[in-house]
């Protein structure tokens, strides 16, 4: 074999090498983010440190957001939001008024153009809590109840369903969750907020469908939430935990995230950075903003 | 100061401060029977502070040697 030849299959080795290294080494099995084509879902899981903030563009182009971070995390949203030239927010859920779930809420609601607020009818002391409620008032707008059987129309082609809560009165605030089911045909994400043990459940109890794809893990991947019980009933593909790098609350459990790990794959804010999922109602295709 | 009680998590409560500060506080530092939204008053009680003053000065008095 002539030296230019041999160098000529060492070289398409090395290429088919390559492409069978990438291949493998590519986080997940679902597809690549450019295979999702057309009209898409867009599912953002913003890293806001130990809070939750979910940003959902649909596919018509309306927005919803469910959470807005901590007190000290309305930069880190407004300018991912406007780095997306969002500037309407059609619908703001607040799962419950913590201020880890409620923090930049006020400063988005000043920002924005929003249009509809639902959140659970419970109060709070902290000012963090009023002023949201003064930012809602100052914008002329006013507050749904979250109830369990309501669904919030964005677009036509989603199904947007509140599962929690389904009493009226909770002890801990964690109980009155917001619990969203959002489907877009054959993709299902299951929206926990920090849902415990509790409201777990009566989800179980209930006559609600469970099953999910993407399962944003109730209460920051906490021992409270996600029992076996619960994650059996989601058998999710994925498990997103909106969690902050060395908290001191032992977020997640080490036990919830074996549980979790042994069924679906697990990502992670405090490690992906901000987390994109991009359905077209059929694929699921996963960006992490840090790798 | 008054400080509130935003919610517990783990060992910790996380209360907020006038300011919107949120601090981590040892569940150690409130009673047992402190919940969520509950509203606390920090002050110096100078009363207090100058009775142990006293207290602690006279017992240094007794056993300092020069």
């Given at each position: 074999m002539k030296k230019q030849q041999r160098f000529y299959y060492v070289y398409l080795l090395l290429i088919v090498l390559a492409g069978v290294v990438f291949y493998v080494s590519s986080p997940d099995h679902s597809v690549p983010v450019s295979e999702i084509s057309g009209p898409k879902l867009s599912v953002h899981f913003l890293d806001v440190g130990q809070a939750d903030c979910i940003l959902i563009t649909a596919p018509n182009g309306k927005t919803m957001m469910i959470d807005a971070g901590n007190n000290g995390d309305a930069d880190v949203i407004l300018d991912y939001l406007r780095s997306l030239d969002v500037d309407t927010i059609d619908v703001m859920v607040g799962t419950h008024p913590h201020e880890d779930h409620i923090g930049g809420m006020d400063a988005v609601i000043q920002a924005m153009n929003v249009d509809r607020i639902v959140m659970p009818k419970v109060s709070t002391n902290t000012k963090t809590f009023y002023d949201v409620l003064k930012a809602v008032r100052d914008k002329g707008l006013k507050v749904n109840t979250a109830k369990a059987g309501m669904s919030i129309p964005l677009d036509p082609d989603l199904q947007i369903q509140i599962l929690?809560?389904?009493?009226?009165?909770?002890?801990?605030?964690?109980?009155?969750s917001v619990v969203i089911r959002l489907t877009y045909r054959q993709v299902s994400f299951m929206l926990m907020g920090d849902l415990e043990t509790l409201g777990e459940t009566e989800l179980l109890e209930s006559n609600d469908q469970l099953q999910a794809d993407i399962l944003k893990v109730g209460h920051h991947g906490s021992s409270s939430s996600t029992s076996a019980r619960f994650l059996k009933a989601v058998a999710p593909q994925y498990g997103v935990i909106s969690v902050g790098a060395g908290n001191r609350y032992g977020h997640p459990n080490p036990k919830v995230l074996e549980r979790l790990e042994k069924v679906c794959q697990v990502l992670r804010t405090d490690r992906d950075g901000h987390i994109i999922i991009e359905t077209d109602g059929e694929n699921i295709a996963v960006r992490k903003m840090k790798e | 100061m008054q400080i509130v009680i935003d919610r517990f998590e783990g060992d910790y409560a996380i209360v907020e401060l006038p300011d919107r500060t949120m601090v981590d506080l040892h569940r150690r530092f409130l009673p047992e029977s402190a919940k969520e939204g509950d509203v606390f008053d920090i002050q110096v009680l100078v009363a207090d502070s100058k009775e142990r003053k006293e207290e602690i000065s006279k017992l240094m008095n007794e056993v300092w040697e020069d």
């Open positions: 929690s809560p389904k009493r009226e009165r909770y002890e801990s605030l964690n109980d009155y | -």
